[in-house]
């Protein structure tokens, strides 16, 4: 069981929005920076937000970040059918003094 | 080319050792910390272990502490997993990963990653 809670899968057609929401603790994302991944099967996963809501260079703007308390979310605008793939959320956890990672979240394109 | 090769994995038998390496290219290795991740067959990813760029500092998952090693050798631009009393749940793709910039853990966040290397603990 992951220390921070995604959910299994979410799904939209083409051109419609997602939201993937991450839950988690005082110790993680209420006191740390959140970011996201991306994974396609067979992959290393790839850095799509960090800072809890910052891009890196090359991300399009359809993915975006937010946080609020010890939640945080990744929206995907305009779903592609090449945004099919599964999504992470990760964080430090200053209790732990280690990395925690999100279960994990299949986006399918309808 | 900016890029991480990890090496190392394979088939292992239960209460066995491995080491994983990953071998680091176009960027100053010293300079940022390092991280292992891993990822069991058809599960998510579990983050295993990190290294500060100096060396000094360690960290580890619960699931792995007293049973591996994360090291660094900074002159050959290097990172290590050394892995014992291997168990079945130790069955996983392993990926290492660096730090994004020289900031605290509070931001924690991976920019490169290797392709990984399978380890699987079968008798």
């Known amino acids: 069981q992951s220390v921070l809670t995604q959910p299994p899968s979410v799904s939209a057609a083409p051109g419609q929005k997602v939201t993937i929401s991450c839950s988690g603790s005082?110790?993680?994302?209420?006191?740390?920076?959140v970011s996201w991944y991306q994974q396609f099967p067979g992959t290393a996963p790839k850095l799509l937000i960090y800072d809890n809501n910052k891009r890196p260079s090359g991300i399009p703007d359809r993915f975006s970040g937010s946080k609020s308390g010890t939640s945080a979310t990744l929206g995907i605008t305009g779903l592609q059918t090449g945004d099919e793939a599964d999504y992470y959320c990760?964080?430090?956890?200053?209790?732990?003094?280690?990395?925690?990672f999100g279960g994990g979240t299949k986006v399918t394109v309808l | 080319e900016v890029q991480l090769l990890e090496s190392g994995g394979g088939l292992v038998q239960p209460g066995g050792s491995l080491r994983l390496s990953c071998a680091a290219s176009g960027f100053t290795f010293s300079s940022y910390a390092m991280t292992w991740v891993r990822q069991a067959p058809g599960k998510g990813l579990e983050w295993v272990a990190a290294?500060?760029?100096?060396?000094?500092?360690?960290y580890y998952a619960d699931s792995v502490k007293g049973r591996v090693t994360i090291s660094r050798d900074n002159s050959n631009n290097t990172l290590y997993l050394q892995m014992n009393s291997l168990r079945a749940e130790d069955t996983a793709v392993y990926f290492c990963a660096k730090k994004f910039d020289g900031s605290g853990w509070s931001k924690m966040y991976f920019d490169l990653w290797g392709r990984g290397t399978l380890v699987t603990v079968s008798s």
């Open positions: 005082n110790s993680n994302i209420g006191n740390n920076y």
């Open positions: 990760a964080a430090w956890d200053t209790s732990l003094s280690a990395g925690v």
């Open positions: 290294i500060i760029g100096s060396g000094d500092s360690t």
